[in-house]
Every structure is written in C-alpha cells, then in structure tokens.
C-alpha cells in the first residue's frame, strides 16, 4: 500500500527528527499529518508523545475544528526508545486519530510489516480517548514553546512536574497565557543579557 509507505517514510524521518531542533521536529509531524490525511479519509489529527522517561513530552496536530468526541478510531505505533537523561529508556509514539470506526484497521496491519514490529505493538482503538486534545487549542509552534520553555526550566534544575507548576505560575501571575508565559521567559532567555549588579559597598 503505497500511502502506508509514504507514512512509514514519515515516521522513520519523525524518528530521526527527535534528536534534531523543534523545527526539525515541526516539519516531520506536519509531513506525517498530511500523509495520515491522504492515507485516511476521516483522519481528525495526531500526537506524538514520550512514556516511561522523564522529561516528557507530547505534540498535538488536529484538524480545525476537531473535537474529542469525533474520535472513533485510533492507531498508536511505536517510533523509538531512546535513553532519557537519568538513564531509564524513554518510548515515543504517535497516535493518529479519525472519525470513522475501523479506518486504521488495514492500516495497522501494514505499518506493523512495513516498521517490522509484532501486529500486538501496534494499537488500534485503544487511544480513543485522546489525553493530549487538552492542547489541541494549540498550534503546534506554540505546544513547541511551551516545551522549550519547559526544557529551560528543567535545564536549571527543576523536575517536570515543578517546572510545569513554575511556567503556570508564571503566567498566572502575569496574567497572560501559558504559551504567552513561555515566550516571555524564552525571550528572557535569548535577550540581551541584564547588567548585574554591583555589590554594595
């Protein structure tokens, strides 16, 4: 099946991606979203996303309008298990989402030949309920600046969890969103650097 090769072209480039910049990463979940979408008809969008490790991460991309409750069907295929940086193994995923029951039941079968996986590493229907759609308001340059930014704050110490209580924090007391937080920080992050002070004498 041709698209099925197009998708499996995709997802290894996706694979690849995932050591590379987040516009490395964009593109390659943009390529696999438009593929998906030739591939499947009633095809409603994707998230990519780590398990097992930690930091984690997810990037969502459905279509306009797109709500949780025209999920119908779902396909999770395994891409990579990478090592995190504490040394436990992280596995990434993609789910791709449609509206139409059955519509990735043929096209499981062919990615698990195509990604040479057992047919059992591939799931269909078992993501029905998307977690990651609380983001799909997002777009996913702005779901790649949060985790930037969530990346800046890990980076200075924090564990997941307190950097995403420090970046919701910070938008609340700015009063602005949390991409609009991220960006703020990120700003701060790769603007010109603060005069320091000098000690008092």
């Avoid at 306009?64 to 295929?77: F, K, N, T, W």
């Avoid at 924090?158 to 938008?171: I, R, S, Y």
């Avoid at 009063?175 to 002070?197: C, I, K, N, Q, Y």
Wanted: hydrophobic share 50%; charged share 15%.
């Amino acid at each position: 099946m041709e698209i099925s090769a197009a998708l499996a072209a995709d997802l290894a480039l996706l694979s690849d991606a995932l050591d590379l910049p987040g516009d490395a990463i964009t593109e390659a979940v943009r390529q696999l979203a438009a593929d998906a979408g030739l591939a499947v008809r009633s095809y409603l969008g994707l998230s990519v996303f780590t398990a097992g490790g930690q930091p984690s991460f997810s990037f969502v991309l459905m279509a306009d309008g797109a709500e949780q409750a025209d999920v119908r069907a779902s396909l999770m295929i395994p891409l990579s298990r990478l090592p995190g940086p504490d040394g436990s193994a992280v596995d990434v995923s993609v789910v791709l989402f449609a509206a139409k029951q059955g519509a990735f039941v043929d096209m499981a079968a062919d990615m698990a030949w195509i990604l040479g996986c057992e047919l059992d590493d591939i799931a269909v229907d078992r993501h029905l309920v998307a977690d990651a759609m609380a983001n799909a308001g997002l777009s996913l340059g702005e779901r790649s600046m949060i985790n930037q930014a969530l990346g800046v704050l890990l980076s200075r110490g924090m564990t997941p969890a307190q950097a995403g209580v420090e970046l919701d924090a910070h938008a609340a007391g700015a009063g602005m969103s949390r991409h609009a937080a991220a960006v703020h920080l990120l700003d701060g992050v790769t603007g010109p650097a603060a005069p320091t002070e000098r000690p008092h004498s």
